[in-house]
């Protein structure tokens, strides 16, 4: 069976396929590649390790989930444009 979240992504994923795919492939390809900051990913990686140890606030544990939220998303527009310019995953 699938979580809420994966039927969200494939939800999310058809939503934007179509415009995913009239993108040209030099803006599909700097989706495919885009990557956190260092200060951000270092700021989620804190707060993945804090959450693993059950250590996270009411307010970190709210910052957290807004990351791996947009976390998904940012993966289903890679993997569409991964699509795009016919880069394997």
Known sequence: MSSILELEGVAVAKVLEPVMRGLPPEIARQFADLRAAPELQARIDELAGRCNEGLL?????????????????????????????????
């Open 57 to 89: 606030t009411e307010a970190e544990r709210a910052e957290y989930a807004g990351y791996v939220e947009a976390i998904d998303l940012v993966a289903i527009l890679q993997a569409e444009a991964r699509a795009v310019i016919g880069v394997a995953v």
